[in-house]
């Protein structure tokens, strides 16, 4: 059994690689099957882990007598079938409600999250060094220098209310290079994942596979 997902592993591997040569049918059947694969297990975890857990147990409860508070677990099932509406073009204006009420409570969750994370949390971190400027050593004093004025020129290349003209436009310049710095390495890191999977697919063929190398 082993034996044979190794095949369908290494088939399905050079099904991908194909699409290096030209767009083809086997290309194709791999990428469809990945997409349906996905879709599937997609929907069982749904039904195993959102369905049952909160939509079926709860009202199971309710209907023995176990725990007659469930019952008002209908108030968010009938909201959540709303979005099944949109199949049926003569009700399927009544999505709007649970999309109105998914990105309300989404909006609601994600914005302090996200002033956390990417606002307060990247100030903490660009002013903590200067609390404790004289512990950070030589190496330490400059990247905290070097971080303060590459955040305070970055922000100035966003600021479009002052024409960007000397002191001001000589700030988004240096922006400018942080911006491009920050873009390669993100880039770079993005390429050197990609060829860490190249390099993790390629070793699979050759080693579990081929048995060329161990």
């Known amino acids: 059994m082993d034996t044979f997902g190794v095949w369908i592993s290494a088939f399905l591997t050079l099904c991908i690689f194909s699409f290096l040569y030209k767009d083809n049918p086997f290309y194709k059947f791999a990428e469809h099957l990945f997409v349906g694969v996905s879709v599937g297990y997609g929907v069982v975890l749904s039904i195993y882990q959102g369905i049952i857990p ?82 950070l050593g030589g190496w330490g004093i400059f990247s905290a220098i070097l971080m303060f004025i590459g955040v305070i020129c970055t922000l100035t290349y966003f600021f479009f209310s002052v ?40 070793e699979f063929l050759l080693s579990n596979w081929l048995h060329i190398v161990s």
Do not use: C
């Not at 073009?89 to 996200?114: E, H, N």
């Not at 436009?169 to 240096?174: A, D, L, N, R, V």
């Open 54 to 135: 909160f939509a079926y147990e709860p009202l199971k409860k309710a209907f023995t007598g176990e725990n007659p508070y469930k019952f008002f677990t209908i108030i968010p099932i009938i909201i959540g079938l709303l979005f099944f509406t949109r199949l049926i073009p003569k009700y399927s204006w009544l999505i709007r409600y649970p999309i109105a009420i998914l990105i309300g409570i989404g909006s609601g969750v994600a914005i302090p999250r996200m002033m956390e994370a990417q606002i307060f949390e990247q100030i903490n971190g660009t002013l903590r060094p200067f609390g404790h400027f004289g512990n």
């Open 163 to 202: 024409e960007h003209k000397g002191v001001i436009g000589g700030m988004s310049k240096i922006g400018i290079i942080f911006l491009m710095i920050g873009f390669g390495s993100a880039f770079g890191n993005t390429v050197m994942g990609r060829v860490s999977l190249l390099i993790q697919r390629v």
